[in-house]
C-alpha cells in the first residue's frame, strides 16, 4: 500500500514532443505528489509538486494532471528539449512523513 | 541562501569498516531526512531527525545510525559496511509543519564498498 508505480521505465521523444510520465498509488492518505528531475551524478531536483484538491497544476511546460479517484497522476513536459533528458522521479508523503519514490522514468530527447 | 550541502562526494570503503557522511541543512531547514539511492533506482527513506531525535526511520537496520546537530546539520554513520552498502547517499531538507513539506535534496555522496 506504500508503493508508488511509475510508468514507463524509459522514453524517447522528439525535440518539441510532448514527454508523458504516470504514476499511480494505492495509499489515499498522501496528501502531498512532487515530482524530481535527476541528472547523472546529482541529487534529485524538485520540479513540480500539487496536492489532492486541485486536478491540475502548470509551470512553465511541466503540468502535473491528478486523478484523485483513479489514484493517478502523470507528469507532461510540453515542448520537450534535449536539456530536458534526466531520470523523473514521482513520489508521494503523508504530512511530515518520508517520501515514497516511484522507479524512475529515463527521458531522452533527442533534436 | 545556500542549499543543501554534503561531503565528501565520493568515498571508497572496504566490507566491515564503518562509515560517516555528513550534511549541511538548506538555510532556514530544521528537518533532515537521509535516503540510499541504489544504482538504476528510486530513493529509499533511511530516516528523518527533527530537533536533534529521529523521527522516522525506514526499513534499514541500526547498524545505519545518524545524528542531528543545534544548527541543523547533520551525519549519517554505517556500521560493519556490506557490499549492498553501495549506493548514492542523499540528505534531504525541509520545514517541518509547512504545507507540503518539500524536500530539497543535496548532491549526495557515492559511497562505494569493497
Known amino acids: 500500500q506504500q508503493q508508488v508505480k511509475q510508468s514507463p521505465q524509459s522514453l524517447i521523444v522528439q525535440k518539441g514532443g510532448i514527454s508523458i510520465i504516470n504514476c499511480a498509488y494505492e495509499n489515499t492518505a498522501f496528501d502531498y505528489f512532487p515530482w524530481y528531475q535527476q541528472f547523472p551524478g546529482k541529487g534529485p531536483a524538485l520540479l513540480i509538486a500539487i496536492r489532492p484538491a486541485v486536478s491540475e497544476k502548470k509551470e512553465g511546460r511541466f503540468t502535473i494532471s491528478f486523478n484523485k479517484s483513479a489514484k493517478q497522476f502523470s507528469l507532461h513536459i510540453m515542448d520537450s528539449q534535449p536539456g530536458d533528458s534526466a531520470t523523473y522521479f514521482c513520489a508521494a508523503k503523508m504530512t511530515d512523513l518520508e517520501l515514497i519514490f516511484g522507479t524512475g522514468t529515463r527521458l531522452q530527447v533527442f533534436p | 541562501e545556500t542549499g543543501v550541502t554534503q561531503s565528501p562526494t565520493h568515498l571508497i570503503k572496504t566490507r566491515g569498516q564503518q562509515v560517516t557522511l555528513r550534511c549541511s541543512s538548506q538555510s532556514g531547514h530544521n528537518t533532515v531526512s537521509w535516503y540510499q539511492q541504489a544504482l538504476g533506482q528510486g530513493p529509499q527513506f533511511i530516516f528523518q531527525?527533527?530537533?536533534?531525535?529521529?523521527?522516522g526511520r525506514g526499513n534499514f537496520p541500526p547498524r545505519f545510525s545518524g545524528l542531528q546537530f543545534p544548527n541543523y546539520s547533520s551525519e549519517l554513520n554505517v556500521n560493519a559496511l556490506e557490499l549492498d552498502d553501495s549506493a548514492l547517499y542523499l540528505c534531504?531538507?525541509?520545514?517541518?509543519?509547512?504545507?507540503?513539506?518539500?524536500?530539497?535534496f543535496g548532491p549526495g555522496t557515492r559511497l562505494t564498498v569493497l
Open positions: 534531504a531538507s525541509s520545514l517541518q509543519g509547512t504545507s507540503g513539506g518539500a524536500r530539497f
Open positions: 531527525y527533527y530537533r536533534e531525535e529521529e523521527n
